[in-house]
């Protein structure tokens, strides 16, 4: 139901754009959230953008280096990462959520999730 795609091979200090997509879906009608998980940890939340796109937050690991935006016509959702380090090496998931906004940081919350895409940051 939920496509993430554009994950890859990046140097230290490089960037990367991850898309989301879905079929079937209006990704409008739900905040929309990414999260990460690396080998051996819990999966941690980065970054949700609201139903119309006023509104987004970021986890603090990647405030000022992570953007996440919106493309209603193309029914997308994306996440510009820049100046990325080996730590955010991690598979990246999108995820869908009809959950009030207070409830968006939280893995549970959300009701369809993508199937990940792999972000490794070396040298």
């Known amino acids: 139901q939920l496509q993430a795609s554009g994950g890859g091979l990046v140097q230290p200090g490089g960037s990367l754009r991850l898309s989301c997509t879905a079929s079937?879906?209006?990704?409008?009608?739900?905040?929309m959230g990414w999260f990460r998980q690396a080998p051996g940890k819990e999966r941690e939340h980065v970054a949700t953008i609201s139903r119309n796109g006023g509104s987004s937050y970021y986890s603090s690991s990647v405030k000022g280096r992570f953007s996440v935006s919106r493309d209603k016509p193309m029914n997308m959702v994306y996440l510009q990462m820049n100046n990325l380090k080996p730590e955010d090496t991690a598979v990246y998931y999108c995820a869908a959520t009809q959950k009030v906004w207070s409830s968006t940081s939280y893995a549970t919350a959300y009701e369809y999730w993508g199937q990940g895409t792999q972000v490794t940051v070396s040298s």
């Open positions: 079937g879906r209006t990704l409008t009608n739900y905040n």
